[in-house]
T-cell receptor
Framework: AQTVTQSQPEMSVQEAETVTLSCTYD???????LFWYKQPPSRQMILVIR??????QNATENRFSVNFQKAAKSFSLKISDSQLGDAAMYFC????????????FGQGTRLTINP | DAGVIQSPRHEVTEMGQEVTLRCKPI?????LFWYRQTMMRGLELLIY????????DSGMPEDRFSAKMPNASFSTLKIQPSEPRDSAVYFC????????????FGDGTRLSIL
């Protein structure tokens, strides 16, 4: 069974600094998708960024980028120029590309931004 | 564009009562998912539908839980009878059938069973 592990329950960073959140996963599939979702105190689940496993290039969305290491099964999220609005729970998630559509989530990392 | 709409946003009820959670997916989306979020178990999939047909209900915890999707624009998750351990946030999400499309989540229903 696929599993997703986020080893950092909590992280904090100074405003305007850069922070990296870690995620590892376990799968025997070769084609799949990886996602980072943000959950602020308002409880919404907001898609931050996604990566297709067959693409070697790391995905980037403005201040958010990933470091995707397929062989190591690692998928970290880097937030540059951290802003107070980035404070939230961040969840890493996995989905196979074909067949079952369900997302498998990690346990989450709570990110605090210090002003 | 309207996102996934869930109702109610909060529900507080007594043990033993029937609870019905509702979801309206994004128009045109082919998949609908129900997730549950708890501190102990995190986010876990309960059931998902494709074109209104249940595909995988292996995450439904027990017979007290049931889900229906009578049409493309509406789904319900029902708990009968409810128990305190059912207290959680329940999310509905929808997505297109295209292979690389992400799931879009509703704002969730916070359910408290007393």
């Amino acid at each position: 069974a696929q599993t997703v592990t986020q080893s950092q329950p909590e992280m904090s960073v100074q405003e305007a600094e850069t922070v990296t959140l870690s995620c590892t996963y376990d799968t025997s599939e070769s084609d799949y998708y990886l996602f980072w979702y943000k959950q602020p105190p308002s409880r919404q689940m907001i898609l931050v960024i996604r990566q297709e496993a067959y693409k070697q290039q790391n995905a980037t969305e403005n201040r958010f980028s990933v470091n995707f290491q397929k062989a190591a099964k690692s998928f970290s999220l880097k937030i540059s120029d951290s802003q107070l609005g980035d404070a939230a729970m961040y969840f890493c998630a996995y989905r196979v590309s074909q067949g079952a559509q369900k997302l498998v989530f990690g346990q989450g990392t709570r990110l605090t931004i210090n002003p | 564009d309207a996102g996934v709409i869930q109702s109610p946003r909060h529900e507080v009820t007594e043990m033993g009562q029937e609870v019905t959670l509702r979801c309206k997916p994004i128009s045109g989306h082919d998949y609908l998912f129900w997730y549950r979020q708890t501190m102990m178990r995190g986010l876990e999939l309960l059931i998902y539908f494709n074109n209104n047909v249940p595909i995988d209900d292996s995450g439904m915890p027990e017979d007290r839980f049931s889900a229906k999707m009578p049409n493309a624009s509406f789904s319900t998750l029902k708990i009968q009878p409810s128990e305190p351990r059912d207290s959680a946030v329940y999310f509905c999400a929808s997505s297109l059938q295209l292979y690389n499309q992400p799931q879009h989540f509703g704002d969730g229903t916070r359910l408290s069973i007393l």
